[in-house]
């Protein structure tokens, strides 16, 4: 290979071969290579994952062919370095291509030296050697030959020559620099620029030669190969004196560091490579390898298996100190070695990079001697961690040979230690420097360095991450303390299980298929299997421990106590310089037994672990034991036949690695007995201590054993001197000594003559002797070990309490964990809360005072306020307004309370102490109410018992006992509950105006509550006790909580739901870690929510920021029975959880079969109302305690059976609440039997207090929580999810819901209704599009129909061309339809429901445009057939009279005399008066019209026709619409008994009759203005649409006489006969023949006038058809298209919103109305809707139009548009290729006819005669055109806005006015609008509905205005009657008998009505007198609304704040 080839290149050519030859072992290849720290260790990561050898291998070698040419380099050197340890492996050269093999050089320059190291020995760590063949390779290729060595003589690289040997390169390159450089140039080692700046240099030339060096070192190295080679070849011999320079200085003594390495060989001990410590930066070491067993690795490397960066090997091996000590404690000898040979360390450290340029550059300024920068130097390296000081002590090495040898003496004066002593031995337990590394060694193992300064916290390892959805089994060593965690929050039993998953680099996974293993020799020189690559479980648990908070301790051990694993209760001394008692961290267990002497009573036990007392018994180990201790303990503490694992022990099936750090760990374990003689191993509860290591190592542990324990069982096989003085120190704690002795230990004679003399001397019993031999099996030899300890516990006095072992640790100067300064400063403010407490019912009644009867009251009211179930005979409103009045007295009576000292303590403590304190305070409160209500609940249920027996089933005293029982729970929540009720008292009366914002105290609590939230803390939500939820606390919590998290705040809410006891909490607890009390009893009910934040990635995947959890009180509660309203409570509380709820988990245990069949009646009711609201729930269908295997299997009839049971009720549940009959379980939910049903065995293995946790309950419980988590990914991806804003919006609607109980149907709040409006308003835009399409399609057809002759119309191809157009036009609303659905957009999912409405209002609209347009269609066909009898006329009178025209030019022609322009004007009008006088008359028939009204009427009135014909005798024609007046004649005055009564009908039958004659009006002058000949059908529909009215309306329920009817008629027909009249003679006279003859005079005379004259005509004809036919064309074109564009401009622009939909429309005018507070305006709105909602859009459209110049701007667009269009027909081809102008205009007519109506007429005119260019023509006409367009602007400038509007064929106002007006119907109690989109709606419904006396309802009896609002009464027990119902009475609930299609609502809040019952407190008088009624003698809080309060109600009721 050329001296100038790269490694790379190499690398490449010999990858194929080399990718063969390294398949032989890849495992071993990816272990060296990460020893050597080729790649990060993050692309080792990603390699891990390759199972396949040869595609690992491929992917090896790519990444690193990926990076620098440095690591190529060493990538060669390692495989150099490989072959020592893979025989098999050849050199690179081998494998590289034949043009390679012949290469002059080897890939890398190296140099052979002598040694006479030959024997097998260590070699130094930067020393890299070659294979033989290499080396005679380099001798050969030796320019001049090199110096022979030893074969076995170490290499050195080109870089490292350099480094060793630069003294004497300086001094060669000084000599001929010049020279040297050039020939550097010329081999392209440096580049010219480089050169020339070196050359420029002032420096002198040592100075030069350095910088020179070291830019050589810089660029790697093959630069520092070729930089030798030229070397060589510019100075002759310098090769082989460098090589000698460095042989003589290895062969020195002095200088060389073989003959120390050869000394420490002398000893087995220096054959243990120790490591240095590094912190930040690990430098790449390539260390020789040398084949070793695998016992040997481990003893050699005990870091081995340690992730990259922990460890790194280097020159200084021997050393047992930290690079940093070395440094510090070799401080001198370093500055004086450094000073000596400054420059060239410096620059060493600067090519290895140790220091960056601008560090070389700063010490190098500096003007201080060299020992000052000596002494910066080793500070700079300190600082830069302990990496930089090994890596710089390499350097050091390297730079200055000898430095080592220099500090040896330094580093070999640490190995010495003192003597053994008993001191020593309590030295043992202290915090040692080797106890420090092995701590630091281990953290580094398991990733947990960074938890030492930042302690890992509960919220931390609660958050939801990828990790939460890791498998069991951990793949790494960093898995393996989040394996644990993971596990034992999960009550997974194999927590502790540390052993490595398969297919990982840590366990050799990598090994290749097994058949095709080769054997190796190497397996007879291994350990019995593979040594694996793990850490010790107890290491794991120790590391996790002081790597966690106090709290994260507090809730492992509480989670390892449950899964009965021992528990630390002394940790080793590790971080601290004493070991650590666990008392804190065991606070928060409690237990439950029942001891024997309790057995008759049937009593139990229930205490905090650390309070009972009981005996300790201690079991120790005295040096080496084969017999496990451990094991042993478990035997006996298991009971027989079954085995449990309370201690770790060798025999697991765990990892058995080395303990590194947790020898000194004390673990205990419990026994409790649970009162079955039979079964318990001992009577009383016993503790069982296991010390760790062994006693003369643990001298500290033993000593506190020994005084805290009833008896210590010592094991010992090795029994002699020491041991025997150690145990005589003991004095009389020895006589509670027992030693457990191995019968065939090979020391057990000395053993027992030194016990035996132990024994004598401190007379101990036989008993305390054990023996295991073999005559006596494992379990006799357990059963004997429990008799003893059963005696001891029997006999011994001594009893003690964890807490009492603090204290007795304390006097060891242990330390106590909770001694901490920031615990027991919140246990003093704890205590002076909880100190005083000692009746919890009684405290409860002082201190939190709110919350009582108080509370209860409130919340009683508020249900009422929504129930009116006690409503008796009071008006709805005024019982409301009795109901306000008691809650503001409630809430006021709450304000006056003053906070109780308890109270304010407890505020003091969550606000003035720090975070941590805050958080101790809070446990420090629940440990000690837990405590206390505990307390509380044993006397009492003690005092039950003995007064059932007393006095059994009967006696008050028992009921009261149980209530006091029920009572007696007192928890934080109790305060926070408390604080919730001031601040909610506080808020009430700010609102309430009683007191000033600025005057509030309790703002600040919901900060707190957020706080307490984001530290895993319980916020209730309902709270049991009452069965209410505090809205405004809750919604400010939350408000502040979305504040807090930056809102970031979507979240999905997981629920759970079940029977009580049956392991709800629990359940959520295992699956995600929490903390919800967990409690046999009943000691709080309602509902609790915890957040859980969800980090990482999982954000983006899950769509959401948090899972929130909600855990509800058990369901059927025995206790909640006797009360009356359980089952309401029950349902109440599963509607509101399971509305809240993304996925709802129904838990069912199997023996509550018959309980659950209620519970699902619930789950059904709440299920199929969230359906009824868009809300389509997850169900999770959890079966406890069903173990089988096959359980899946065998439970598919039991899981069809249940889905029957849900069918069932579902169907059941639906006809309860009225809506339709075929409906199953799955349309309400998400729901699948196969999939949503999980069947967990039973929680405990075994029976307790002994049991564990099931392990299969765990793994049963993971399935299900990762199935959940899949869902969550597959929701977010279905719809948005819900954030806080929201959430709270829907607790306080479902809530608001549940209080009305009935609220099925009219259930919607401001989320839905937002949903609603937005596709409302999106409808609407789609709904216009339609319409505007249609409009200008139909414009485009009927000028079309007015421009083709008749024959050629074909009214059957235009229908279906409309039906065509319908089609496409109402496909597309469906199609915006299904995308906005499918969008998800806006919460669009909770308007489902409403989807099909909108799609039949589109159907709807399709048929009213195909009606219309139709009908627009035959009424331009027939004005084209009206017109065609008078067109075929005026074609001959046009031809009579040009032929005259013509005739008389001639003749004027041939006159000689020129006559002038008045003589020719005679001339033509003798010509035209003759010729008219000539013509033949053919006038229209004139119709007499009113004759045919007549007939029509007639016919229609024939059942009236004596009263017809008598009123028809003074003729139809006089009676008229103004002479209709309602008379007395018309009602039938003998139903009436008074006045009232009779005024009101008369009223309305009046409204009746002005709504049909303004209807009738209408239609009649439409067609008038139409310019159409009369046509009777059109009486015909005019008479349609009276009757229709009139049925509609129910005419004969008005009580009205036949006289109104024909009366109505006869005005209506005789004012329609007058203008059908007036139409039809309009019509002939615009179609008179002679007429429009006479039209075309002027026209004629011009063009003869010209003719004759012979002028110049062009323009003027041209002019002539701008201003007779283009003119009126185009006034017309834009009239047509005007309204279309109005319409589009209007909702356009600025205040278009209050157009956009019918919801925003309402509340812009009831907001005006307000603002103007117009009575007439009001009534106007309320009794005639329709005209005042057109009477609005009239004015609002006219003040729009008048003020601005929109209008010109839009006629102008219009007429620019059209315009530009005419001007591209004249420019097409087929218009100036014209041969003349009657084709001219023929093609031009043609090209616009869809466009421009051109009057046939007026063309007559311009083309008689016209012999013009058709070219000329047209750019006559272009010249023309801007002047018209100007003069038809101008023109419509003057007209007034309002003509401009009524001249228009499509009528803005109208088109704005079917936007908003919807359907029109009115409710039919208080007459408010129907606010529902589109037209086809199911149902009519409105935001808010008003006082019903405003729709004119008044009392039957005082005719008092009636002021109860209907959305009132419909939940109340009123009743009503009106026409509808004949007059009967009719209870409002049961409304929708009558008004089936009408949804009235209650009010979505207490305030929603606000602005009605102030409009109506206003003009409770004015509308008195209007509709002639007593005034109301309304409510007083009515009266104090204000107009503020009112405006703001109406922005709360239309979603606008």
């Known amino acids: 290979m050329a001296s100038a080839e790269k490694p790379s290149d190499v690398i490449r050519k010999a990858r194929k071969k080399l990718t063969e030859a390294l398949q032989r072992d890849p495992e071993l290849i990816f272990t060296v290579a990460r020893s050597q720290q080729l790649l990060t260790e993050g692309e080792f990561s990603s390699l891990s994952q390759i199972h396949e050898p040869q595609e690992f291998l491929e992917n090896f070698i790519d990444t690193v062919l990926r990076k620098e040419e440095s690591t190529h380099e060493r990538f060669l050197e390692f495989l150099e370095n490989l072959r020592h340890v893979l025989p098999s492996l050849r050199p690179i050269s081998e494998y590289l291509e034949d043009e390679a093999k012949s290469s002059p050089f080897k890939v890398t320059f190296r140099v052979t030296l002598s040694n006479n190291r030959n024997t097998a020995g260590s070699k130094p760590a930067r020393d890299r050697p070659y294979s033989e063949d290499a080396k005679e390779n380099l001798e050969r290729e030796g320019s001049s030959g090199a110096a022979t060595g030893s074969s076995d003589s170490d290499t050195l690289s080109s870089h490292e020559m350099i480094s060793k040997g630069k003294k004497w390169l300086t001094e060669i390159l000084k000599k001929d620099l010049e020279l040297i450089i050039e020939e550097l140039i010329s081999q392209s080692v440096i580049e010219k620029e480089q050169c020339e700046l070196l050359v420029k240099l002032e420096e002198d030339s040592k100075t030069k030669v350095q910088i020179l060096l070291l830019q050589i070192q810089q660029g790697g190295e093959t630069t520092c190969h070729k930089f030798l080679e030229c070397l060589n070849v510019a100075c002759p011999g310098s090769y082989q004196n460098l090589q000698r320079s460095l042989y003589d200085q290895d062969q020195n003594p002095g200088q060389s560091f073989g003959h120390l390495e050869l000394q420490s060989e002398s000893t087995p001990a220096a054959k243990s490579s120790s490591v240095c410590t590094t912190e930040s930066f690990a430098r790449p070491q390539n260390t020789g390898l040398t084949p070793v067993s695998s016992r040997e690795k481990k003893e050699e490397n005990p870091s081995r298996g340690m992730s990259s960066g922990t460890t790194t090997k280097g020159l200084w091996d021997s050393s047992r100190m930290s690079g940093n000590e070395i440094i510090q404690k070799g401080r001198k000898q370093l500055t004086e070695i450094i000073q000596e040979d400054l420059e060239i360390v410096l620059d060493e450290l600067l090519s290895q990079s140790v220091i960056t340029e601008e560090e070389y550059a700063n010490l190098n300024k500096t003007e201080e001697d060299s020992k000052k920068k000596s002494q910066k130097l080793l500070l700079l390296i300190q600082k830069k961690g302990e990496r930089a000081c090994c890596w710089f002590l390499d350097c050091i090495e390297i730079a200055c040979s000898g430095s080592k040898q220099s500090l040896q003496p330094l580093l070999n004066g640490q190995d010495q230690n003192p003597g053994q002593s008993f001191g020593h031995l309590e030295l043992q337990s202290e915090s040692t420097p080797d106890r420090s590394k092995s701590l630091q060694n281990v953290l580094a193992k398991l990733n947990l360095q960074k938890y030492i300064n930042k302690e890992l916290t509960l919220r931390e390892v609660l958050e939801i991450s990828s990790e939460s959805l890791k498998e069991r089994t951990p793949q790494s060593l960093g898995d393996l303390p989040w394996h644990f965690l993971r596990n034992v929050f999960a009550l997974n039993v194999t927590a502790r299980n540390t052993r490595l998953g398969k297919g990982t680099p840590n366990d050799q996974g990598m090994r290749g298929k097994e058949e095709e293993e080769i054997f190796d020799e190497g397996i007879f020189f291994t350990s019995e299997m593979d040594d694996e690559v793990s850490v010790n479980p107890l290491d794991v648990l120790c590391a996790v421990l002081i790597s966690s908070d106090s709290f994260l301790q507090q809730e492992i051990f509480s989670k390892m106590s449950l899964c009965q694993f021992a528990l630390p209760l002394l940790l080793p001394p590790l971080e601290t310089p004493k070991c650590t008692l666990m008392l804190w961290a ?476 049956t392991g709800k909490s629990t359940l959520l607890n295992t699956m995600f870690g929490l903390q919800f009390a967990v409690s046999s009893g009943r000691c709080t009910r309602g509902a609790f929510m915890m957040l859980l934040q969800v980090k990482g990635n999982l954000v983006q995947e899950f769509g959401c920021d948090f899972i929130l959890v909600i855990d509800t009180e058990g369901l059927k509660a025995p206790e909640l029975a006797k009360l009356g309203d359980s089952d309401q409570h029950d349902n109440e509380l599963g509607t509101l959880v399971i509305g809240l709820s993304d996925i709802t988990i129904v838990n069912m245990a199997m023996e509550n079969a018959t309980e659950m069949k209620d519970i699902l009646q619930i789950v059904t009711h709440a299920f199929l109302r969230m359906k009824e609201i868009g809300q389509k729930r997850n169900c999770q269908f959890v079966h406890q305690n069903v173990s089988d295997v096959c359980a899946h299997d065998q439970n598919m009839s039991d899981r069809n059976r249940l889905l029957e049971q849900l069918n069932e009720m579902t169907q059941a549940a639906a006809k309860m609440e009225n809506t339709k009959k075929n409906i199953k379980f799955s349309d309400i939910m998400d729901y699948d039997p196969e999939i949503h049903n999980w069947y967990i065995p039973g929680l405990w293995h075994g029976v307790p207090p002994m049991a564990p946790v099931n392990r299969g309950y765990s793994e049963k419980v993971f399935e299900l929580k990762k199935y959940l988590f899949e869902y969550i990914k597959h929701l977010s991806r279905e719809r948005p999810l819900k954030d806080i804003p929201q959430f709270i919006e829907w607790v306080k609607s479902l809530w608001n819901a549940v209080k009305h109980e009935n609220f099925i149907f009219s259930f919607r709040n401001s989320l839905i209704a937002e949903a609603y409006t937005n596709l409302s308003t999106s409808y609407s835009e789609w709904e216009w599009a339609f319409r505007k399409e249609m409009h200008v399609w139909v414009s485009e057809q009927e000028t079309v129909i007015q421009n083709v002759s008749l024959d050629a119309l074909d009214l059957s191809t235009l229908k279906c061309e409309l039906q065509k157009k319908l089609s496409i036009e109402e496909e597309r609303i469906s199609k915006n339809l299904r995308q906005y659905f499918e969008s998800g957009a806006g919460n669009v999912y909770l308007v489902e429901k409403y989807k099909e409405d909108f799609v039949k209002s589109a159907n709807s609209l399709k048929s009213e445009l195909e009606g219309s347009s139709y009908s627009k269609l035959e009424d331009a066909r027939r004005i084209k057939k009206g017109r065609y009898k008078t067109d075929i006329i005026l074609s001959r009178y046009v031809k009579t009279i040009e032929e005259k025209v013509d005739g008389l030019l001639d003749e004027c022609r041939k006159n000689k005399c020129r006559l002038e322009n008045c003589k020719l004007k005679e001339e033509f009008e003798r010509m035209w008066t003759k010729t008219f006088l000539e013509l033949t008359p053919m006038h229209l028939q004139k119709r007499q019209v009113c004759s045919n009204v007549e007939s029509h009427l007639r016919k229609d009135l024939s059942s009236r026709g004596r009263l017809f014909n008598e009123k028809l005798q003074k003729g139809l024609l006089s009676y008229r619409i103004k002479a209709f007046k309602i008379k007395d004649e018309y009602i039938h005055l003998s139903w009436f008994k008074n006045v009232f009564k009779k005024n009101k009908k008369l009223y309305q039958v009046d409204e009746l009759a002005k709504s049909l004659i303004d209807k009738c009006s209408r239609y009649f002058d439409e067609k008038a203005n139409s310019m159409e000949d009369y046509d009777e059908t059109y009486c015909v529909e005019l008479l349609h649409m009276i009757n229709k009215e009139l049925q509609e309306n129910n005419v ?406």
């Not at 839009?1754 to 007429?1759: H, N, P, S, T, V």
């Not at 509905?1889 to 609002?1909: M, N, V």
């Not at 407190?1961 to 009112?1990: G, S, V």
């Open 586 to 1061: 065991m606070r928060d267990i409690v237990r439950k037994w029942r001891p024997h002497s309790l057995i008759e009573k049937r009593s139990f036990r229930e205490e905090s672990l650390v309070r009972t007392s009981m005996p300790t018994i201690s079991f120790v180990r005295m040096g080496s034991c084969s017999l496990s201790k451990s094991k042993l303990l478990n035997l006996f503490l298991s009971p027989s036949q079954q085995h449990y694992d309370f201690f770790i022990h060798r025999d697991m099936d765990i990892s058995n690695s080395l303990r590194e750090i947790a020898n000194g760990l004390v673990e205990m374990a419990w026994y409790f007995p649970g009162g079955q003689k039979s079964s318990d191993l001992f009577s009383e509860p016993v503790a069982i201590a296991n010390l760790c290591g062994s006693v003369e190592s643990h001298w500290l542990q033993f000593l506190f054993l020994t005084q805290v324990s009833s008896a210590v069982f010592i094991f010992t096989e090795c029994f002699g001197e020491k041991e025997y003085a150690l145990l005589s120190s003991l004095n009389k704690s020895l006589s509670r000594c027992y030693f457990i002795l191995e019968r065939h230990s090979k020391k057990f004679t000395e053993t027992s003559h030194f016990i035996s003399e132990l024994a004598t001397a401190f007379k101990l019993k036989n008993s305390q002797i054990l023996m295991k031999g073999d005559r006596i099996n494992e379990a006799q030899f357990v059963k004997n070990l429990q008799s003893i300890v059963e005696r001891i516990i029997l006999s011994s006095s001594k009893s003690m309490s964890v807490l009492k072992m603090a204290d007795v640790a304390r006097e060891f100067k242990i330390q106590v964990d909770e001694d901490a300064q920031e615990c027991q400063h919140a246990l003093r403010y704890a205590n002076e809360i909880t100190q005083g407490i000692k009746d919890i019912v009684i405290y409860k009644k002082e201190t939190l005072v709110l919350q009582g009867d108080l509370w209860k009251n409130l919340a009683r009211v508020e249900k009422e306020l929504c129930r009116m179930k006690s409503q008796g005979d009071t008006p709805s409103e005024q019982y409301k307004s009795i109901l306000k009045g008691r809650r503001v007295e409630l809430h006021k009576q709450q304000n006056e309370c003053d906070l109780t000292p308890g109270l304010i303590k407890f505020i003091g403590g969550i606000t003035h102490l720090n975070s941590a304190e805050k958080q101790y305070f809070l446990k420090w409160m629940k440990l000690h109410l837990d405590w206390i209500a505990r307390g509380n609940s044993t006397n009492l249920r003690a005092k039950y018992k003995e007064r059932c027996k007393t006095l059994g089933d009967k006696g008050q005293k028992t009921a009261e006992l149980d209530q006091l029982i029920s009572s007696s729970s007192l928890g934080v929540e109790h305060f926070m509950r408390e604080l919730g009720q001031f601040y909610e008292a506080e808020h009430s009366m700010v609102r309430e105006g009683r007191i000033a914002k600025s005057r509030r105290q309790f703002v600040h609590f919901p900060s707190i509550a957020v706080d307490l939230m984001l530290d895993g803390f319980p916020l209730e939500l309902i709270d049991g006790d009452a069965s209410n939820i505090p809205l405004q606390w809750i919604t400010d919590v939350l408000t502040e909580l979305n504040h807090k998290v930056g809102g970031r705040s979507k979240m999905v809410v997981i629920t759970v739901l079940g029977v009580q006891s």
């Open 1596 to 2001: 004969e329920k008005l009580c009205t006489t036949p006289g109104f009817e024909v009366d109505l008629k006869l005005h209506i027909l005789g004012e329609a006969a007058h203008a059908f009249q007036k139409m039809h003679e309009d019509f002939m006279k615009e179609n008179d023949p002679l007429l429009r003859l006479e039209k075309l005079k002027l026209q004629y005379f011009s063009v003869f006038r010209d003719l004759y004259l012979e002028k110049d005509a062009e323009q003027s004809r041209a002019k002539d058809f701008c201003d007779k036919c283009l003119h009126p064309a185009l006034v017309d074109y834009i009239n047509k298209r005007l309204g279309i564009e109005i319409v589009e401009n209007f909702i356009r622009n600025a205040q278009s919103t209050e157009f956009a939909c019918r919801s925003f429309f309402q509340f812009t005018v009831l907001q005006e109305l307000l603002e103007g507070m117009n009575f007439g305006q009001y009534v106007k709105y309320i009794l005639t809707y329709e005209e005042f909602v057109k009477s609005w859009i009239w004015t609002r459209m006219l003040d729009r139009y008048e003020k601005n110049n929109d209008l010109e701007n839009l006629e102008k667009e219009i007429l620019s548009v059209i315009i530009n269009k005419i001007r591209e027909t004249l420019e097409k081809p087929k218009q100036k290729d014209a041969g003349a102008i009657p084709e001219f205009l023929d093609n031009f007519c043609k090209a616009m006819q869809k466009d421009l109506v051109i009057s046939e007429d007026n063309l007559v005119g311009i083309q008689f005669k016209n012999e013009l260019v058709p070219k000329q023509f047209s750019a006559y006409i272009k010249n023309v055109l801007p002047g018209l367009e100007k003069q038809i602007l101008s023109e419509l400038k003057l007209m007034d806005v309002k003509f401009t509007f009524t001249k228009l064929p499509v009528k803005p106002q109208d088109e704005i006015f079917k936007r908003v007006f919807g359907c029109g119907k009115q409710c039919p109690f208080c007459k408010v609008p129907c606010e529902a989109g589109g037209k086809a709606h199911q149902e009519h419904f409105a935001a808010v509905h008003r006082p019903q006396g405003l729709g004119r309802y008044r009392w039957d009896k005082t005719k008092e205005l009636y002021y109860s609002l209907c959305s009132s009464d419909v939940v109340s027990d009123n009743w009503f009657k009106n026409r509808h119902t004949d007059k009967k009475w009719h209870p409002y609930k049961n409304y929708r008998d009558y008004y089936p299609d009408w949804n009235i609502q209650p009010d979505p809040s207490i305030n929603a009505s606000d602005y009605w019952k102030f409009i109506f407190a206003e003009f409770n008088h004015d509308f008195a007198r209007k509709y002639c009624a007593k005034p109301a003698e309304l409510p007083e809080d009515w009266k104090k609304i204000t107009k503020e309060q009112a405006k703001e109600a109406l922005k709360e009721t239309y979603n606008m704040k």
